[in-house]
């Protein structure tokens, strides 16, 4: 397939070599900014642009990688060309496209992405929308060449699906800042809780995470957890956000009490 990637991002980088490494023509990359364009067409072999009006129609498929404020815009600027148009977006209905055309769908790739980390993207799930069924049809053909891991998600479940993949990652990474921070204070190295962290992870790959929570608080052991809150007395932010997961964490104790 002819593909043009609109975008020089993190997603944008990663799809983009994904199609190329499985034998598609990356057409143009386009980025406002003309050397980000140029160092992605590089890479994959195609030609930059940063004038929407150098479009070349000579392509199949428009995917729409870039800040989800700016879709709406961009897709109104390309839906003259009459072209099959997709975002990536995960919290951006279909509808924001659909506005300027039918020829629309969605390809979500549900991963964080870094451009100086490879990824094996045949692990990387591809969530798709599409305006109708042949759309579906084809956005699935395409994922399946670049993916082991195709799933059909309209952007209602799209947008939960989102939501927890904030809840998984992005406040996950947060709170190994803050492990990192009180740390650092006390002069030890981030490096003695990344086997901890790890082990964790790996973990919530074979078994559901309340199954497998440990801690004082699933222990009911109030002396460590009011010795932790006396040591965050100076950080009154942390302490409140303390006292929130560690209720969250016996409501959840008491959840799946209930249920057996």
Known sequence: MRITIIGSGNVATHLAAAFKNAGH???????????HAALL??????????????IDL??????????????????????????????????THMYALQAFS????????LQ???KTREINFRNVPLCIEGADQDIVKQLTELAQTISNNVYPVDSDQRKILHLSATFACNFPNYLYY???QLLAQHGLDFNLIRPLILETAEKAQTSLPAAVQTGPVVRGDQLTMDNHRKLLENHPDLQQLYTLLSQGIIKMDIDLHADK
């Open 41 to 54: 067409a590089y890479h994959v072999k195609a030609d930059p642009v940063c004038d929407l009006s150098q």
């Open 102 to 109: 039918e020829q629309v769908g969605v390809f979500y790739p």
């Open 178 to 180: 803050v492990a990192q």
């Open 112 to 114: 964080t992405f870094s």
């Open 25 to 35: 023509r990356i057409v143009q990359v386009y980025s406002r900014d003309a050397q």
């Open 58 to 91: 000579e392509t199949d498929l428009f995917v729409i990688a870039i800040n989800d404020n700016a879709i709406g815009a961009v897709a109104e600027q390309l839906a003259q060309y009459g072209k099959l148009m997709v975002h990536t977006s995960g919290a």
